[in-house]
């Protein structure tokens, strides 16, 4: 498939989402080297003790007979690797500059990673939607109609208020008791420290966390006419700024804001990948099949 | 430097609107979202650097470009020495070769100064003219010093009028499509007589300097035979001799005895000598001028002694041929208007016409065709057989005169002419017992020589309704009298009063002998008009009706002055030449026209020098350049800097538009 069916301004003129995932997910499979980590082999992987609560389905009732104890039997392409994605649905992921806003870019993103999951990886995936509290939940799970319903979460997540970490934060770990991969999707629009500071949590359960920077380009590089009133979409404040500031300081600080959340959030141990809405989505697919296979 | 039009600079007020634009319209921008603020900083401009000048460059650029337009439309010129664009002037070198040039040896020293002219122009272009009536480019505008000289010496005396105005004209059309600086060099005896009617019309336009070069600076006397006349005409052998009448004027003459003499075909038929007073006029009768059939070339002339001999003699033509014959068709019994019809026809001083009267009842075996003209007079009754006879003989190119009386009255419409008869009016009833002509189409012929029959009393007339007829004369009370109207290829005139003494008193009046010779003239198609015309005259060749028939012109150097393609459509011919001029119409007609230059280019008297400064446009006696020539004396010229202030407006604007489009267009990244 065409790698150009991985471009934000293409996928945007697809309607449904699912098509959307299933066009991003084949073309981005099909133009990838296979590698062995990443198949649908039901190979035998391990026995696992049986916990209360497991699956009986899964118990191997033959060892069972042998020794009178229960064990699960694993397979390489179930590895317990559930996927939940925290999509920030502020309202400032709604600006975009071109055709593709940042929200509907992390839709894109969102679908096709679940696709990916559910269709490929057959992992549990789920789905938290928050701006300053969380707005909606679908538990990570692979059962029929698993990908149905995580794709019209994402059509009814509508970008609103602002975003603010801490305080929905706290409900995370209720939400994330098994440990699996977590991809936090937003703009970050907060100081790096308090991002680090209140996800750095959802780390120490053992899940992997990565934080996907979506941005717009007019995000890092504003485009004034002249002096400018400015709104903020989140808090509608207003500023009166001039394009001598926004083409030398403002830029500054923009890359001096990316690079403190990158080095923060590699320094406590998560995942950051910077992503420009104006880009095609593979390199947050490839970082996600990169953990994926790290946990196998 | 100057401005042509300084009160363009008013609009210097218009710069005021740009500099609004910039310093006082403040600048509003819409808001534009963002994602947050959280890394922006307010960087608000100071007040008073919103409301400077934003982009000053700009406003600058704007600036200049207003003031320059508006200097444009001011037109701006700097005062140039001539001599210093000699490259881009035009000399151009009219030469006068009208008649009066012909004296003595006017043409060579106009040549001569032409020449010496030609030898000092430098660089410039030069151009020759020939000017009489009209002016006439020898040459295109060229440096080739030769081809100038060939064109002067090319110039050959001519016999027409010099009129200074038309030559005006010409050059003011010429100059307005050159733009460049125009020399005008004349060479002319600056003939009085040359003026134009009205001051007006001799001037020239700005960029054309006038430098006259007189090749005479006073008058000289001059003698010349001013007209002749006699008539064109004489018919049948037995017609009186022909009285000519010749008229000798001096111009700045002493009185002085002159002999005159007049010559038939080359021999000289009779000398005569009269005594011509100082400055005036004098005539000489030939009583008895006797010319054989055909055409004769005939002239007078006198023993001037003067330095212009081309003007001592004036040509004239004289045919005699055979009388025509006319018909006239009456009453039995009426016995006056034969009367009056034939002693007006006879007492004509030609005696052009027979005319054959009989009544009503002998017409009936009279050939219609083998008559110049037919008249009608009072018929109360036509025949069928010969109104039918008639109708034929108008329709195929026959003409007709038909005259109203009491016994026509009794009819209800005129025959052939086919008007019905509305009425009669008995004006001896009205208080003043007759009735006068109140209008008259002096264009006709026959009521023009007659000046409106002054005098002249109608007792009775019929009252026609004239349908598509032309009414040439009307009573008092507005009834017709004398109409004209056209069938087939003839015509027919309609007199509604009679031809005798019972309806008016019209025969017994002197207007009435010249009434019947024009219309019998008109009708029969023989008006010539005299022997002789003037130079530049036109002369007509064909009617509407006789087109595509071709005609034969020999002028007076033997050669034809028109190609085969003008022979077959001209309708007329200019006169170009003094001499006779052999011509055989569209309508067969054979003539002969002697062609004489105009009187007035035999008064040798000068342009006034005042009159000449006024038109040189310099006061004082120092305005005519020295007849021998050489480059005029440099003078201070204006010229226009509009187009190269233009240029420089189109270089601001296309600046301003690279520098608005950089400052108002979305900055970009670099």
């Known amino acids: 498939m065409d790698q150009r069916f991985l471009k934000p301004s293409v996928l945007a003129a697809i309607s449904g989402l699912e098509l959307i995932a299933k066009t991003v997910v084949d073309g981005f499979v099909v133009g990838m080297h296979r590698s062995p980590d990443f198949g649908f082999s039901q190979e035998f992987a391990e026995y696992q003790a049986y916990t209360p609560g497991d699956d009986l389905r899964h118990v191997d009732w033959n060892v069972y007979a042998r020794t009178e104890r229960m064990y699960l039997k694993r397979y390489r392409g179930e590895t317990n690797s559930p996927l939940t994605i925290l999509l920030d649905a502020s309202n400032s992921m709604q600006f975009g500059s071109h055709g593709v806003n940042k929200m509907d870019y992390a839709r894109y993103l969102s679908a096709s990673l679940f696709y990916l999951a559910l269709h490929g990886q057959r992992d549990a995936a789920g789905l938290i939607t928050f701006d300053d509290e969380i707005r909606d939940y679908i538990r990570p799970s692979t059962r029929q109609g698993q990908l149905h319903r995580l794709l019209a979460g994402l059509e009814h997540a509508e970008a609103r208020a602002r975003t603010d970490f801490a305080k929905p934060a706290r409900y995370f770990q209720e939400f994330l008791k098994r440990r699996g991969i977590v991809l936090i999707v937003s703009d970050f629009w907060e100081s790096p420290e308090s991002v680090v500071k209140t996800l750095e949590p959802l780390r120490i359960n053992g899940n992997e966390v990565v934080l996907f920077h979506v941005l717009d380009p007019e995000d890092v590089r504003p485009a004034l006419n002249g002096p400018s009133i400015l709104v903020d979409m989140e808090t509608q404040e207003q500023l009166e700024t001039t394009p001598d500031f926004t083409r030398k300081e403002y830029r500054e600080r923009v890359d001096a804001h990316i690079a403190d959340l990158r080095d923060r959030t590699r320094g406590a141990g998560m995942g950051y990948s910077l992503l420009m809405t104006d880009r095609p989505l593979d390199d947050a697919l490839r970082e996600y099949l990169t953990l994926r296979g790290g946990r196998n | ?670």
């Open chain 2, 1 to 670: 430097m100057g401005l042509f039009a300084p009160w363009f600079l008013a609009a210097l007020a218009g710069l005021g609107l740009p500099v609004y634009l910039h310093l006082l319209k403040r600048q509003t921008s819409k808001p534009k979202q963002v994602s947050s603020l959280m890394l922006y900083e307010s960087r608000t401009q100071a007040s008073t650097r919103h409301r400077s000048l934003r982009y000053f460059l700009l406003l600058s650029l704007r600036l200049l470009m207003l003031l320059l337009l508006i200097v444009a439309f001011a037109n701006p010129f700097v005062n140039r020495n001539a001599a210093s664009f000699a490259s881009n002037r035009l000399v151009l070198l009219v030469i006068d070769n009208s008649f009066s040039m012909r004296a003595g040896t006017r043409l060579n020293d106009a040549k001569e100064a032409a020449m010496g002219v030609l030898a000092g122009k430098g660089a410039a272009h030069g151009q020759v003219a020939a000017f009489g009536s009209q002016l006439q480019f020898m040459t295109q505008a060229i440096e080739d010093q030769a081809a100038l000289r060939a064109a002067v010496q090319a110039v050959q005396p001519g016999d027409g009028h010099g009129n200074f105005g038309e030559m005006a004209r010409a050059v003011r059309a010429m100059a307005a499509a050159l733009h460049t600086p125009v020399e005008l060099h004349l060479f002319s005896d600056m003939q009085r007589s040359a003026l134009a009617g009205s001051f007006a019309d001799m001037t020239l336009p700005s960029n054309v300097k006038l430098v006259t070069h007189p090749v005479v600076t006073k008058a000289q006397p001059n003698w010349t035979v001013e007209s002749v006349d006699v008539p064109g005409q004489v018919w049948g052998k037995d017609a009186k001799p022909v009285h000519a009448r010749a008229v000798i004027a001096g111009f700045g003459t002493p009185a002085a005895q002159r002999t005159v003499s007049l010559a038939v075909n080359g021999k000289t038929a009779a000398v005569k000598t009269v005594a011509v007073p100082a400055s005036g006029r004098a005539s000489v009768d030939f009583p008895a001028l006797e010319v054989p059939y055909g055409f004769n070339r005939c002239e007078v002339k006198i023993d001037s002694a003067d330095a212009f001999a081309a003007d001592d003699v004036r040509r004239f033509a004289v045919e005699r041929s055979d009388p025509q014959k006319a018909l006239l068709i009456h009453n039995y019994g009426d016995s006056r208007s034969p009367l009056y019809i034939g002693a007006a026809l006879s007492a004509a001083a030609q005696s052009a016409f027979v005319l054959e009267s009989i009544d009503v009842n002998e017409a009936a075996d009279r050939q219609p065709s083998n008559y110049a003209f037919i008249v009608l007079s009072d018929l109360n009754t036509v025949p069928q057989l010969l109104e039918n006879s008639l109708t034929g003989y108008v329709r195929s190119g026959g003409n007709l005169f038909i005259a109203g009386g009491t016994s026509a009255g009794a009819r209800l419409q005129i025959p052939i002419f086919g008007a019905r008869i509305s009425e009669t009016r008995d004006y001896s009833r009205v208080p003043d017992r007759f009735m006068s002509v109140g209008s008259s189409d002096s264009s006709f012929p026959a009521v023009a020589k007659a000046e409106g029959w002054p005098g002249v009393k109608f007792f009775y007339a019929l009252n026609v309704d004239p349908g598509d007829a032309r009414v040439i004369v009307r009573l008092s009370d507005q009834t017709p009298l004398l109409l004209e109207k056209r069938i087939g290829e003839g015509r027919v005139l309609l007199f509604t009063s009679g031809l005798d003494n019972l309806t008016n008193d019209f025969p017994l009046n002197p207007a009435f002998v010249p009434f019947i010779e024009q219309t019998a003239r008109y009708l029969a198609g023989s008006e010539r008009q005299g022997g002789a015309r003037t130079v530049d005259a036109y002369l007509e060749l064909r009617n509407a009706r006789e087109q595509g028939q071709g005609v034969e012109v020999t002028g007076p150097d033997g050669k034809r002055p028109l190609t085969l393609g003008e022979a077959a459509t001209a309708q007329s011919l200019q006169l170009t030449e003094a001499g006779y001029y052999q011509l055989r119409l569209a309508n067969g007609r054979q003539n002969l026209v002697g062609v004489n230059a105009d009187p007035k280019e035999s008064n040798l008297d000068v342009i006034p020098d005042d009159v000449m400064a006024l038109w040189t446009g310099k006061g004082g006696s120092g305005s005519q350049e020295a007849s021998g020539g050489g480059v005029a004396t440099p003078q201070k010229t204006p010229e226009t800097l509009w187009w190269y202030v233009m240029l420089l407006v189109f270089a601001a604007a296309a600046a301003e538009s690279v520098l608005a489009s950089r400052y108002l267009g979305t900055q970009r990244e670099e």
